[in-house]
Structure formats: C-alpha cells, structure tokens
C-alpha cells in the first residue's frame, strides 16, 4: 500500500511547479507532483525550449545565407524542416528526462493523472481524460496513479494554454496554435500569424527565416504590444526589411477554410479585404486553466479567469495556493518559478518577500530580439514621474560592429527626482542575455550612479547598456 | 556599532541647518527620544530627539555651525563602545578633520562613506536618506536580512518630522547684575526675531498708509452667520470671529489688485498665483506665523476652522515647517489688546503687512450729521520697492470694500 500523504501537493509539473516540488523538497516537506501530460510543461515541451531550438536552426541558416558578408562562402544552402524539427523535439526530449531526474534527486513523488481538489487537504487523482498532444515524452516510472491523496498544503500551478478566438478555433491542419506550429511537417508557402506578441513574433520570425511568406496581425496599433513603442517600432522595422508583412489595428474577422488554404477577411478601420494563405497561427495569447479542479465547489477565488493570491501564492481558502500563469499575469516560466519558490517558503516561514511584479523582465526570441523590464515611457510618463531617458544605439558599439549586427537599441528610463531606474528596454542581437544586468540592478536598488561606476567589459554588447545610463545624464561618451 | 546623529532635515528647502544648541554634554548619557540639540532655520528653532540611547561622542559640528544635512555630527555609542574602537574600526573617517569646518561636500563624502557603511541598505535608499535627512541607523529595513529599501526611508520620510520633538519653552536661566536687574540669555526664537526683522526694517524700505473701516455691516453678518451655524456632534461647525473675516478681507483685495500680491527679488518681482496670508500668532516667549493658504478662494467657515488649529499647534510649537514658511502678505491684529492703530515690520519675503487695530464706538460724520459706529483703524506697510504708494491706496481700499459690504465676501 501506497503511502498517499504528504506535506504538500503540487498540481502542474511546468516550471512553476517542478521549481516549487525541487524547493519544497529542499525544505525538508514531503513532497508530490501530479502531471498528466508533460514533466517540465509547456514551457519546456511545447513553448520557450523548443522554440529556441527552431529559432537557433533559423539564425544559423540566417548566417549561412550571409557568409559573404563575413568573407566565407556556402553554396547550395539548404535545409530539411523535418531534422529541424527533430532537432527542437530532442532538445525537449533532454530537458524532460532531466525533470524527471532532478524530481528523482530530491524525493519528489510523480503521481500521473488528472488532478482535483475535493477539499482544502484532498486531492484526488484520475487516469488522464485530455488528449495528450503528441509527440509525449515517455511517462516516468515509479509514479502512483489515480487515488486519493492527501497534504496540508495544495499549490495549483497548472498554467496555461492557447486562447481560443470564435471563428478563428484551431484545427490542427489549417489552423495551428503553436503545439501544430512547434511541428510542421513541411514548410507551408505563406502563413498568416494572429497576434503579435512573443509567441506569435516568435514564430513569424522563424517560419520567415525559413523563407516561409508571412503576414502578422495584430489589434493593437503596435507589434509587441506591451513593449516600449520606440522599442516596438526598431523590431518592426526590421522584421519588415527581412520581409515580414504587418497588419496593425487590424482584426481578423472570417477564416474560410478550403483543402490546403485559408481565405482570411481582415478588418481595418472599416475597411475589409481578404488574404489566401496556407496556413494560419492563431497567437492571440494565452487562458490560465482553471477548470476541472474542483476550485468552484472550494469558493477559491477568481478574477479575469485567473486564481487570485496574495503575492506568497495564497489564495482566501487556507491550505490551497496558485502559482504560474494560473494565478494571473505575467504568464511567464521565469515568474511562475519566482512565485513558486516565494510561496513553498512563506509556508515553511522563512522570511519571504513578496512578488515584485513590476521587476519582471520580457524577453521576445526574434530577430532582433527585444527584452524589457519595467515601466514604458508612456507608462513612466502616465505614472506622473519627471523621466531622465537614456538611448544608446547598436550603430555605436564596436562589438555589435564586429558581429555584423549594428542594429538595435538600448534604452533606459530614470526617475528623474530620485535616480531610480524604473524601466530598460533593448533591441538587437543578444539582448535576452543583457537585460538581467538592469533586472538586478533594479532589483538592488542601484541609481544611476552605481551602473555609472560599474565597470563594464571591453568590447561587449554590454558597454552599451552603461552608454544608455550616461546618455540620460548627458555623460555619452560613444556618440 | 555606534548610532549616528545626523543633521534632519525640518524645513522644505533647507539644504543646510544652523546647530545652535547642544542640549546633552559630549560624554554624557541619553536616552533615546530625549531632547538632543537644537537646530535653526530662517524661521523657527526646532529641537531634535536623540535617535538612541547611550554615551554622547565624537561631536563633529560646534553650536553655531552650519552643517548640511544628512551629516553625521555625533555619535552615540553603547555600554562598552568607545569612540577610540569606532574611529579604529574605521581608518577612512578623518574624524577630527571632519570637526574643523572642512567644505561641506568633502565632508558628507566621509561621513556616507565610512560612518553608513555597516548599515545594510540599498544605493537608493542610502541617497533618499540623505536627501531627506533621514538616519539610516533610525529606518528598520525590509529587505533581506534587514537591509533598508527605498520603499522604507520613503515611509519614514513621509511622516511629518518625526525627529522634531515639541520644543520645550524657554528655560533660561537669569543671571543677576547690578541693582537687581537681571540677564536671561536669548533663546533661538528671540535670536531668529531679531535677526530676521532687524534685517528687514534695514533693508525693506517700508511705507505706510491707513485707514479707517466702519464694522457695523461685519459685525452683523459674523453674528447672524454664527447664529446660522449647523450644529455638529452637539456644537456649532463653525464660530468666526472678526480676525477671520480681515484675513479673507485682504485675501480677496490682494486677488483684485494681483500687482499689489507680489514679492521683491532682486532679479525680477515675484508675482504670487496665491493669496497665502502669515497671520502672526503671539506665543511663550515670541511668535509665529502661520499661513493660510490660498485663503482667497476659502470659505470664511474653513478660513475660522483652519486658523483655529494652526493657533493651537502654533502654541505648542507643532507647526509643521512648510506651514509657517513663504506666504504672499501677512496679517498682524492687535485689536484684542485695545490697540487703536500701529505699524507692523514686513517679514520677506512679503511685500506687505496689514497691521489690525481695535474696533471701537467712534462718532463719525454721516450725511451731515454725528453718528455712533463701530470703526476699526487698519495700517499697511508695504515694501515700497514692490508697492508703490498709490498701489498700496488701492489695495487698501479694496480691502476696506469688503469690509463695509461683508455680504460681497460671501459671494
């Protein structure tokens, strides 16, 4: 017989949740995990990881198709879409059997099933109803199965998935979300991508380097909505010189599916017009999931579809938490894991800090690529503070010079009164990797005058993130 | 380690604060919350609490200097800690250079860098404090193990002066001279009277013009206004009294004559956007004036109310310092003491100062004929460099407008 009590149950073995089993683990608690599809989640499976491995095939073959410009030569540049493929798919492969083996390392219980919360301390465990998107990693042994279990804490973190737009519901052939899109089994000619947001830029940015014709449509008056608009509008840029098309304040509102093509009715601003493509990615954003965990019945509380907490991952029923993106946005792997580390060590009464939600960083894999953390200047200028903004561009930077990638921009917004830094915002190569250095210097309350002191290496991308500091000091020294 | 005793910051713009008074000899012992030493700004003496208790050592600033603030200018040191270990732990800190007066910037250098360094606390939150006179020592940080955020000395920041205790009244000792007279040394407000007005009446050219205003119509209304008050929690909301009345008089004639509601500056005329009227609160051992802001577009009622409070807390010595300094013109009413008329000194950066005299049973000549009435005499200086003659004439009379027809005041 089964030992089936814990200290705690975790629902959902994403990021958010697996983090939070591995910390909970390290605290000395008895620990479960139930999944019943992927160890590791979409982040791992189906999102951030495998993405990467697509968009990284598209850089390389991005660079081949410029040798020239570097004094090499490649002939007859090719590529085989199902060995990228297969390439991103055992990228994930590795990343989920090493789930499995940190959980393993640390004592977490795997239970393999679908979870409810039939009361504060209850969970009980049944055989997996969802159709499992293939392909699935195999299921771990030495799991337990459907029973009941029971812990005096439950943490939900069951995350996420596609949003559904009426008349625009995927249909796995035509009309891809982005688990169809992660596998194409062949390149279609054009592509019709709804939404202009990570995932959504994301897979225009690759299907585009594999020289796929690709349109974007987006809502709202800018691509990458939520991201600084001078930022915004660079990337488009030069999203646009690559040759992607961009629709904005544009709405799809028909889909008419024929055999191997979709007719699509764009609205803007009153007018319509249609456009036949051969496949659709319907990117409109993502829905927490909620349903079927018996949360209702429990009176959990809910707001905009998402679970509420308190900021250490409480919800108002005592014993039940929510972390990830089914306690709200931003929906991001990295803070699904910030909120489950706080929450496992508030329970354990360690001295945890709340969430910082206004110091989590973005980061977009395009080419270029965009990162942020905190406020926009419209946001800045909206919250009524006086603004030191500092701009630095690529154009400037030797190394950026060196690498052939002299386009972007790193852009830096100061409270004005205090020095605080209340916002950065990079496009270009690498940024992804350069935006922690604003993340922790918020984080540790740095004015500018410390990121003024800090040395920076010679020659790097990140020479440029001090220009950007001094340049809203007027101390620029590279321009 | 040591508590540092920093310069506060109490008034709005002060960058530095005069140290008059040591109230706690160097060596002695203090409990936290007593009364340390005394600062000075332009207009008021304030005294300050010890942010700890302990021994008293390594003064840094004498009475008299001016120290910027932030500063460190004492330490207090625990059973057991001697000033010898915390210089020693600290070879950076040039501690006795510190106490000559070295220039003031080299000197907040030292003192961040060496005498804050043990406290855990983010760069922002280091700057804040410096900024806002706050002492790093006094602020519980929130952050991992106890380092002090932005967010914390901004909290601290934000509570009205919290080092400033109510200041005693003078207690100053008399020293006996010849034939029974006696010395009682000058406490900060006498010295910061007479400084202040010394200065003006040498440097202010004054100019004076009177007027005599009938109060019959003022009277009535106050009475039937007062009568009409709605009554609150079992008292009335409101009960004005003539001074009331004067205050939004001369608010409402300084917003009609807008050239007469200005200040002199050297490099321009100030023009204010404001009515904010100082009216001069007698208090033990000197006064203060508090103002009314924007008092032109008050109610009477609020006007009443709002003088009430900063009357009270003005004989206390809890004004906040942003409420007795600036102000566009200034009120001084000595009517309660039987005063018929006199002339006030302006107290800059005001252009004018209306000096209230009593309201008394005069006969005036009315329609040929001798009449009994209630007439009160009014004296405006004005800073002859801002108001000239026949601009001062014309806000006076304004002024004496609305006091002959106080119904206007209402509308």
């Known amino acids: ?479 | 380690m040591a508590i540092e005793v920093i310069l506060p910051k109490v008034d709005m713009d002060m960058s530095t604060g005069r140290l008059s008074k040591w109230l706690v000899a160097e060596g002695a012992e203090i409990k936290k919350g007593d009364p340390l030493f005394e600062i000075e700004t332009d207009k008021a003496a304030m005294e300050v609490e010890s942010p700890g208790t302990g021994k008293l050592g390594q003064i840094s600033a004498r009475e008299g200097d001016d120290v910027p603030i932030g500063q460190v200018i004492a330490y207090i040191f625990a059973a057991g800690e001697t000033a010898t270990d915390h210089v020693q732990s600290k070879p950076a800190a040039p501690v006795v250079e510190v106490a000559a007066k070295a220039a003031p910037v080299a000197v907040v250098e030292t003192s961040t860098n060496s005498a804050t360094s043990d406290i855990r606390a983010t760069p922002l939150a280091r700057r804040l404090a410096k900024e806002n006179g706050v002492a790093l020592s006094s602020v519980k940080g929130s952050g991992p193990y106890g380092r002090v955020l932005s967010a914390d000395v901004e909290a601290l920041a934000a509570k009205p002066a919290p080092v400033v205790s109510k200041a005693s009244a003078p207690t100053a000792t008399a020293t006996p001279v010849e034939n029974g007279a006696v010395l009682v040394p000058h406490d900060n407000m006498r010295k910061v009277i007479a400084r202040r007005l010394t200065e003006s009446k040498s440097t202010v050219p004054h100019f004076y013009i009177s007027a005599d205003c009938r109060l019959d119509a003022l009277l009535k209304l106050r009475g039937d206004l007062n009568k009409a008050a709605p009554v609150k929690d079992g008292a009335p909301s409101f009960k004005l009294s003539i001074n009331d009345m004067v205050i939004k008089a001369w608010a409402l004639a300084l917003r009609d004559v807008p050239a007469a509601n200005v200040s002199w500056t050297d490099a321009a005329m100030l023009h204010h956007a404001h009515a904010d009227i100082g009216v001069a609160v007698s208090i033990e051992g000197g006064l203060i004036t508090p103002i009314i802001r924007k008092a032109e577009t008050k109610s009477l009622s609020a006007i009443s109310n709002e003088m009430k409070d900063l009357a009270t807390r003005a004989k206390t010595r809890k004004l906040k310092s942003e409420e007795y300094n600036g102000g566009s013109s200034a009120i001084s009413n000595l009517g309660m003491f039987g005063v018929k008329d006199f002339a006030a000194i302006i107290n800059p950066p005001h252009a004018t100062i209306l000096a209230v005299g009593s309201g008394d049973q005069r006969p005036v000549v009315e329609n040929g004929a001798v009449v009994p009435a209630t007439v009160m005499t009014v004296t405006l200086s004005t800073d002859h460099r801002a108001v000239d003659g026949a601009l001062g004439a014309e806000v006076l009379a304004c002024f004496k407008r609305y006091i002959e027809n106080p119904i206007s005041m209402l509308v």
């Open chain 1, 1 to 479: 017989m089964a030992d089936n009590n814990f200290d705690v149950l975790i629902i959902g073995a994403g990021p958010g949740g697996y983090v939070t089993a591995i910390r909970a683990a390290q605290l000395g608690f008895k620990v479960a995990i139930i999944e019943r599809e992927h160890l590791g989640g979409i982040c791992l499976n189906w999102g951030c990881i495998p993405t990467k491995a697509l968009l990284r095939s598209a850089e390389i073959y991005h660079y081949m198709k410029q040798a020239e410009n570097y004094g090499l030569s490649a002939k007859d540049i090719t590529f085989d879409a199902a060995k990228v493929v297969a390439r991103s798919r055992g990228v994930s492969g590795r990343l989920n059997m090493g789930v499995n083996g940190l959980l393993k390392k640390n004592k977490v219980q795997i239970i393999w099933g679908e979870a409810k919360v039939t009361k504060p301390g209850e969970v009980v465990v049944a055989e997996t109803k969802k159709t499992v998107v293939q392909p699935q990693a195999p299921i771990p042994k030495g799991t337990l199965g459907a029973g009941s279990y029971t812990a005096k804490h439950i943490v939900i973190a069951t995350g996420a998935r596609p949003r559904v737009l009426p008349g625009l519901e995927p249909d796995g052939k035509l009309v891809w979300t982005y688990f169809e899109a992660m596998v194409p089994p062949k390149m279609p000619k054009s592509l019709l991508v709804v939404g202009s947001g990570a995932i959504g830029i994301e897979f225009a940015s690759f299907y585009n380097a594999m020289g796929v014709d690709v349109t974007v449509v987006e809502i709202m008056d800018q691509v990458m909505p939520v991201e600084d608009t001078e930022i915004s509008k660079i990337a488009q840029k030069q999203l646009e010189k690559y040759g992607i098309k961009f629709r904005l304040s544009t709405k799809v509102v028909k889909l008419d599916r024929k055999a191997e093509t979709v007719t699509a009715t764009l609205e803007a601003a009153g007018k319509s017009e249609t456009i036949t493509v051969d496949r659709v990615i319907s990117a409109a954003g993502v829905v927490a999931n909620v349903e079927n965990l018996g949360l209702e019945a429990l009176g959990v509380k809910m707001e905009k579809g998402c679970i509420v907490n308190d900021g250490y991952g409480r919800t108002n029923i005592a014993g039940i938490y929510a972390i990830g993106d089914v306690a709200g946005p931003p929906m991001l792997a990295h803070k699904a894991e910030h909120e489950g580390v706080i929450c496992i060590e508030k329970i354990k009464g360690l001295d945890a800090h709340p969430m910082r939600r206004d110091q989590i960083p973005g980061c977009t894999y395009c080419h270029p690529q965009v990162a942020s953390v905190g406020l926009t200047e419209a946001k800045a200028r909206a919250a009524g503070f006086e603004l030191k903004i500092g701009k630095f561009p690529f154009l400037a930077n030797g190394k950026a010079i060196a690498l052939g990638e002299d386009q972007g921009l790193i852009k830096t917004i100061f409270d004005a009164k205090t020095g605080r830094l209340i916002g950065a915002h990079m496009v270009g190569a690498e940024v992804t990797e350069l935006i922690q250095g604003f993340v922790l210097a918020m984080g540790l309350e740095t004015t500018e005058e410390e990121l003024m002191h800090t040395v920076f290496p010679h020659p790097t991308l990140s020479e440029m993130m001090q220009e950007s500091v001094l340049d809203a000091y007027g101390r620029v020294i590279h321009m």
